[in-house]
């Protein structure tokens, strides 16, 4: 594919799927870049293939898969930037078989979903509520009486039937069902018990109605896992900056969860194994070069949001280094420029996590200060040196409009803006997979997956240039 071979930098994020009709495992591989598409750059997404993994999934063998997909679609290795996969040993061995060390970017989304997931769980009391939930939701979607006179009951207080609310049932592999379970669940709370209170006593499927302070729990627990969602879908994105979310949202994160005040024990508990999980697992996302040298280059945080100051003089002394191999490459000098017109910083008004960070922009005594000026590029300090942009601004078309005048220090932003923060892009293909693949179709050879994975992920931007 031509515009694969017309980038300067590439970056992957790859996953292991599972057909689930026909136990066949698949190697998904998604190269990240950007492009101009109707004269506007924006962050593209194409997901190279699906490759049949017929051997046992070792690093060695997924490292040569890799080189295979790059072979094949002509990609220069000195071109990618990083890789971001899940943290299985073999995956993680690939990446270093691949590219070498420190090429990796652990996937936050997946680190979230760990650390909530692992905190519930350990919670025996609150697995048995969400149990007990779940079997007043069960109840609720197999008895059609009791659900038609939830309707109704919505319908007479004056909604409209497109309006009416539903209960939500929780899955066991992922959290943020359960939660999406239990927040439903609070909103029709009165309604339900209203319901369940004029059943039989006798019935053995009437299940028992939820506490008060039972109810004062799962508020509790809403509350605290509500910045982990929005997390969650903040970092899961496929067409926009993640890299320089990663330290953003963890701050945020901390600050969010630390303002909430449990009304009971067990909320209390949950939160404080919550905040102790973030910092054994996010927080280190700071020494990450990948992650804090695009979170400095990205002009909506630069060094707001790191807690280390040694982690911000690593990144600057990162993008330092590559400033001037580029310059030295060109046989330029670091140029002196005028100033670089940032806009000044507008506050977020949504309800969020990120209102803590309107917070931030006016405590400039925690920002860490930058090295002396000898030791910086001139267009790197004078950049670090303006405002920072609003949180809805685009820092790719920042930088591509910056070009004309600092063309270098464009293109190292750019290289570390096109990494991902999470692998849900490959993520996504798996599911997909699963949905294109039915049961009448588990006969399609591999080659014919692989073939279907890259026609669904092209744009149509690419099909009719």
């Not at 009791?146 to 919505?154: G, I, N, T, V």
């Not at 991902?420 to 009448?440: G, K, M």
Request: charged share 20%.
């Amino acid at each position: 594919m031509k515009f694969l071979t017309e980038q300067n930098f590439l970056c992957f994020t790859s996953d292991i799927l599972t057909l689930t009709n026909s136990t066949r495992s698949f190697l998904v591989l998604t190269v990240h870049f950007i492009d101009n598409v109707k004269g506007s750059p924006i962050l593209q997404n194409v997901s190279l293939c699906a490759q049949r993994l017929t051997q046992a999934h070792s690093g060695q063998y997924i490292k040569e898969c890799w080189e295979e997909i790059c072979e094949e679609f002509h990609i220069d290795k000195n071109k990618i930037v990083a890789i971001t996969t899940d943290g299985g040993a073999n995956i993680v061995a690939a990446v270093r078989l691949f590219l070498g060390n420190d090429r990796r970017i652990s996937c936050m989304a997946h680190c979230l979903n760990l650390i909530v997931d692992g905190v519930l769980k350990e919670n025996h009391a609150f697995s048995a509520l969400c149990d007990h939930v779940k079997s007043i939701v069960t109840y609720f979607k197999q008895c059609v009486n009791a659900m038609d006179q939830l309707r109704s009951k919505q319908e007479v207080s004056g909604m409209q039937e497109g309006e009416v609310l539903t209960l939500t049932q929780a899955i066991t592999t992922r959290w943020n069902s359960c939660f999406d379970m239990l927040k439903r669940f609070i909103t029709l709370s009165v309604l339900v018990a209203k319901i369940l209170a004029t059943k039989s006593p006798t019935s053995r499927n009437t299940p028992d109605i939820v506490a008060t302070s039972q109810l004062n729990i799962i508020r509790d627990i809403v509350a605290i896992l509500g910045p982990f969602k929005e997390a969650t879908e903040e970092i899961s994105g496929a067409n926009y900056v993640t890299s320089s979310l990663a330290i953003p949202v963890t701050n945020l994160i901390r600050q969010a969860v630390k303002t909430i005040s449990p009304s009971t024990s067990l909320g209390l508990i949950v939160k404080e194994a919550l905040l102790k999980k973030v910092q054994e697992r996010l927080v280190p996302l700071q020494e990450n070069s990948y992650v804090s040298a695009a979170t400095i280059l990205d002009p909506r945080f630069k060094k707001i949001h790191f807690n280390s100051p040694i982690a911000v003089s690593h990144a600057i002394a990162k993008i330092s280094n590559d400033i001037r191999s580029e310059h030295r490459r060109r046989g330029q000098l670091s140029p002196d420029l005028r100033t670089i017109q940032i806009g000044k910083a507008q506050e977020k008004t949504d309800s969020s996590i990120w209102s803590g960070h309107d917070k931030l922009l006016s405590q400039s005594t925690i920002v860490p200060e930058v090295p002396s000026s000898g030791s910086v590029p001139n267009e790197l300090k004078q950049y670090l040196d303006q405002p920072l942009l609003e949180t809805k601004a685009d820092p790719i078309k920042f930088w591509t409009n910056c070009q004309h005048f600092t063309q270098v220090l464009s293109e190292v932003a750019l290289k570390y803006l096109i990494c991902q923060a999470s692998l849900v892009p490959s993520e996504r293909v798996a599911s997909a997979v699963n949905i294109t693949v039915p049961n009448n179709r588990s006969r399609l050879t591999g080659e014919h997956v692989k073939q279907r994975v890259l026609l669904m992920s092209i744009s149509d931007e690419y099909w009719f240039d």
